[in-house]
């Protein structure tokens, strides 16, 4: 596997993207229960199938350009705004960073890393470790970044994420993943109950952490990346279950700035796996 992402990570970025987005629409026309779930998701979202028709081709190159981000030469980008990012930064309370399965999360993890690491310290990120040997390979090199420092999600991973924000160092999560039982609790999401991680509310609760909303809008014709940051915008309830809520509705509202870049394939409702 390895091998195979080697090769594809030398492509120019627009032939990742256009490959992606053929794979994207293949996905889409040969899977029914894929299709199924996209446009149940976009339906709960109150979307027409116009706004987010772009999304089908963004889910496969979201994949498609994992070559290149992993192994290859860091594609072009650009900070629409970095204040929110300085001012967190600033406060001194450690930054807790919130992305969803939006546009391409793993720009923004290596964007932080490369602007501020220098002066403000490694980030930390959690992953979830790969169940096939050949692509856990792959991660690993990947995650071998100056500034970059990738936790598995584990107990101990977690104690990492606290020791960073309170040192007053930065943390990046995915706030919209499915956690495993016993590791979040049913909240809405564009009005439907959803399995939400209390990872992202707790670590900010437990360390006063300012929490920055990022994400990554990928260009078109393979131009590279554009990458959005905003404050949260208001404090965090003291109460986990309302804290958890809010973070869910600042992904909500984070998302409907850029449908088409969502990915709405995700299994978002799903119940969650065994720990």
């Not at 403000?120 to 470790?129: A, E, H, I, K, W």
């Not at 420092?149 to 995915?174: D, H, N, Y």
């Amino acid at each position: 596997m390895l091998r195979w992402f080697l090769f594809f990570s030398r492509w120019p970025l627009w032939a990742l993207h256009a490959l992606g987005s053929l794979g994207g629409w293949l996905a889409w026309c040969f899977s029914g229960r894929y299709r199924s779930r996209f446009l149940k998701n976009v339906r709960l979202a109150g979307l027409g199938w116009g706004t987010v028709i772009r999304a089908v081709g963004h889910a496969g190159r979201m994949s498609a350009e994992l070559p290149r981000l992993w192994l290859g030469q860091t594609p072009p980008l650009v900070w629409v705004d970095d204040r929110a990012v300085v001012e967190a930064y600033d406060s001194g309370q450690g930054v807790l960073f919130l992305t969803p399965h939006m546009g391409c999360f793993e720009i923004t993890a290596q964007a932080l890393a490369a602007r501020f690491s220098q002066k403000n310290g490694s980030l930390t990120v959690l992953y979830r470790p790969a169940r096939h040997a050949g692509l856990g390979e792959v991660m690993t090199l990947a995650r071998q970044r100056p500034g970059l420092e990738a936790v598995p999600t584990t107990l101990a991973g977690v104690r990492q994420m606290i020791k960073a924000l309170r040192s007053g160092r930065a943390v990046g999560l995915l706030p919209d993943q499915v956690p495993p039982e016993g590791m979040g609790q049913w909240a809405p999401f564009f009005g439907q109950s959803a399995y939400t991680m209390t990872l992202a509310a707790r670590l900010a609760l437990q360390t006063g952490a300012r929490v920055v909303l990022i994400w990554g809008e990928r260009l078109s014709w393979g131009r590279g990346y554009r990458l959005h940051t905003q404050a949260l915008g208001h404090e965090l309830s003291d109460d986990l279950n309302t804290a958890v809520v809010q973070i869910n509705q600042a992904m909500e509202r984070l998302i409907l700035q850029c449908p088409s870049q969502y990915i709405w394939g995700y299994a978002r409702y799903k119940n969650p796996r065994q720990a």
